[in-house]
């Protein structure tokens, strides 16, 4: 039998091959060998995406095997998501989510809705390239309590504060806590653009999402 350390190191190389099948077996094995969900995301997979990141930061992979390790990450992080929620949890709120208009990112949103769910926060997840007005009008049909929003460029961190802007040209940005996150946004860039919670990863995004959830509702 292998040991946790080899399963999560051969979850790891498949990651970085972009081995959606591969992934698809090594996180079954692993959870079926008693490893919890959250150390595969935390020791196998996400320091994988690392991994991954920093060679296209260096040009030694390209935009085609990110791609594949992304779908494979993704492959990997649905296995888990059943795992990572709390069973039997009555949904406390509900959330809007997306990636901001321009962006295609959806690695980190989607670890966002995996945490959020795990909190029982029911997550209505717009997908990727949202525009503000698309928030909007999705607010306006599920008045969801949180909108939470992802942007992965410097390019496309403008669409939060468009956002931002929507809702309160709607008349309804006092109804709601926005929330943003992404790698290039700081928590000085929240206040900038008048959003309300910044985080720095999704587990905390959705801590604070409850906090906020709860504090709305007492
Ligand atoms: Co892109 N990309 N990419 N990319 N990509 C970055 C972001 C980049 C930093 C790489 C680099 O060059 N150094 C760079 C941006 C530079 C900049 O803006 N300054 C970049 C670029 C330039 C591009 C293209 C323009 C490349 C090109 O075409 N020439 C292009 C743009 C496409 C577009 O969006 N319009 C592009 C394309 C792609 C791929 C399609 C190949 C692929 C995305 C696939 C996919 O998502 N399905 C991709 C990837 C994978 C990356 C890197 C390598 C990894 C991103 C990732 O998934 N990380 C990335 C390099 C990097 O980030 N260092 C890069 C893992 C993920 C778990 O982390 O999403 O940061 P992250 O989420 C974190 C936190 O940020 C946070 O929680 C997560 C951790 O728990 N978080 C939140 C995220 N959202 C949150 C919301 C919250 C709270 C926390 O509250 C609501």
Not at 9 to 32: M, R, Y
Not at 102 to 122: A, C, P, S, W, Y
Not at 174 to 201: C, H, L, N, Q, W
């Amino acid at each position: 039998m292998n040991t946790a350390n080899e399963i999560l190191n051969d979850i790891s190389t498949a990651l970085q091959g972009g081995k959606a099948k591969l992934i698809n077996e090594l996180v079954n094995k692993a959870l079926a060998d008693g490893i919890t969900a959250k150390d595969i995301l935390e020791q196998g997979l996400l320091p994988a995406m690392d991994i991954i990141a920093e060679k296209f930061m260096n040009n030694e992979v390209y935009v085609p095997e990110v791609l594949i390790a992304a779908r494979a990450m993704n492959v990997g992080s649905e296995i888990l998501k059943p795992h990572l929620a709390e069973s039997g949890v009555k949904p406390i709120g509900k959330a809007l989510l997306g990636t901001v208009k321009g962006d295609l990112h959806d690695i980190g949103k989607n670890l966002v809705r995996m945490m959020f769910e795990g909190k029982g926060i029911e997550v209505i997840d717009l997908g990727v390239d949202v525009s503000p007005e698309q928030f909007v009008a999705a607010y306006q049909k599920e008045k969801t309590d949180i909108i939470a929003l992802s942007a992965l460029l410097t390019t496309t961190m403008n669409e939060m504060k468009n956002t931002v802007a929507a809702f309160t040209a709607a008349g309804i940005r006092e109804k709601v806590t926005i929330m943003v996150g992404g790698a290039p946004v700081t928590d000085s860039f929240r206040a900038d653009i008048g959003a309300d919670i910044y985080t720095s990863d999704a587990a905390s995004a959705a801590e604070a999402a409850k906090k906020a959830i709860l504090a709305q509702k007492s």
